[in-house]
């Protein structure tokens, strides 16, 4: 790393990045009591509180910073250097304060650091590189939005006029991965900031933070029937400049709306694979509109014989499911699926003269 020195500095003089991938664009210019209340929720800052209170700030791995207005940002190692500031100052932490009075009281005096080693840089750009190896494709890898969001600040640098292929190439080789890769999770961020820019069309508690980047990725890249329903070309200069919005609200909706149980249209994550085949079918995804159940709309897509074999097996298990309740559902009910049931008992005795 082309670094200009390395400093032992004081911690209360090191500023949080408030634009780190990381974290959410709502925190973007916040201070930092909010910065560390998000981390000791969502991003496991205990066990690293705790480490560094039971057995001091580990040198070998210093901090790294660039310097902006007379003051010391810290590019990499935010999540350390709140785990620091809190250990010096207990009132930073305005969530599970208790347990980290606990593991405070409990510390040796000499593990609580109060000055830490720090790699300083020219500029941001400097470090940028080195962070796309280690928590793109490195040891400390990333969640997939905070890669991609990285990825995009990467690639923003570029601001040369050259064909968006080579473009992915160059950042490809920079953080040690395929540009393939690269232009696929770009593409993924740019729907996702579509998506943001869109209000999350509306869709009930879908946010930045709740969002599951992961499956808009699969769905919107891995998958070309579902890119070719997007109308995404990636061999194109421009991916989603002929995107049809209406199309992608509706795949948000499938991956990311919620009913009342809390489950989405696609369920699992692996069952984006049944909507890539859904998707190629009209009678299949009319299904799948009309009844929120993927794994009957995927029967629409397979051959006669395996529709047949599927639903029978389903309507036996279903069958032998209220075989083993009926002694337990009330009267009313019974009387009532009396006729479900002679419409069963007329539907099988057809099969059966048809079979012989």
């Known amino acids: 790393m082309n670094y200009q020195e390395l400093k032992e500095i004081e911690i209360e003089k090191l500023h949080f990045d408030l634009t780190n991938p990381r974290l959410p664009k709502r925190l973007y210019g916040a201070g930092e009591e909010k910065v560390i209340e998000w981390m000791l929720l969502d991003a496991s800052l205990i066990d690293l509180i705790a480490s560094i209170a039971n057995n001091g700030f580990f040198p070998g791995e210093p901090l790294l910073a660039i310097e902006e207005n007379n003051k010391f940002i810290i590019i ?10 809190v250990l010096n100052n207990y009132n930073l932490a305005t969530v599970k304060s208790k347990s980290i009075q606990l593991l405070i009281d409990e510390s040796s005096v000499q593990n609580i650091p109060k000055k830490v080693p720090v790699f300083l840089f020219k500029e941001r750009k400097d470090i940028l590189a080195y962070l796309g190896y280690r928590h793109v494709t490195g040891v400390k890898s990333w969640g997939a939005l905070p890669k991609a969001k990285y990825l995009f600040e990467l690639f923003s640098l570029d601001t040369s006029d050259r064909p968006l292929k080579i473009k992915c190439q160059e ?6 991965s395929r540009s393939d ?9 740019n729907l996702f900031q579509i998506l943001e820019d869109n209000s999350f069309f509306k869709i009930k508690d879908l946010s930045e933070e709740t969002i599951e980047f992961s499956n808009l990725v699969d769905a919107a890249t891995r998958f070309g029937n579902v890119s070719k329903y997007l ?18 609200q509706k795949l948000s909706v499938w991956l990311f709306e919620r009913d009342i149980n809390g489950r989405t249209m696609i369920g699992e994550n692996r069952n984006i694979r049944l909507l890539n085949d859904i998707i190629a079918s009209p009678k299949a995804i009319k299904e799948f509109e009309e009844t929120r159940n993927i794994r009957d709309a995927y029967l629409l897509t397979s051959i006669p014989d395996d529709i047949f074999s599927e639903s029978i097996a389903s309507a036996h298990k279903s069958l032998m499911t209220s075989k083993d309740v009926f002694e337990h559902v009330s ?5 009532d699926s009396i006729a479900t049931i002679e419409s069963i008992k007329i539907i099988v005795k057809k099969m059966l003269k048809q079979l012989s």
Do not use: Q
């Open 76 to 85: 990499e190692g935010n999540r350390r250097l709140a785990a620091c500031k």
């Open 231 to 248: 109308n995404i070309d990636f061999n194109s200069p421009e991916p989603l400049e002929n995107l049809d919005i209406d199309k992608f």
């Open 331 to 335: 009267d009313y009910i019974k009387e």
């Open 181 to 189: 890769y690269v232009l696929k999770l770009l593409t993924s961020y």
């Open 171 to 176: 950042l490809a080789k920079k953080i040690g």
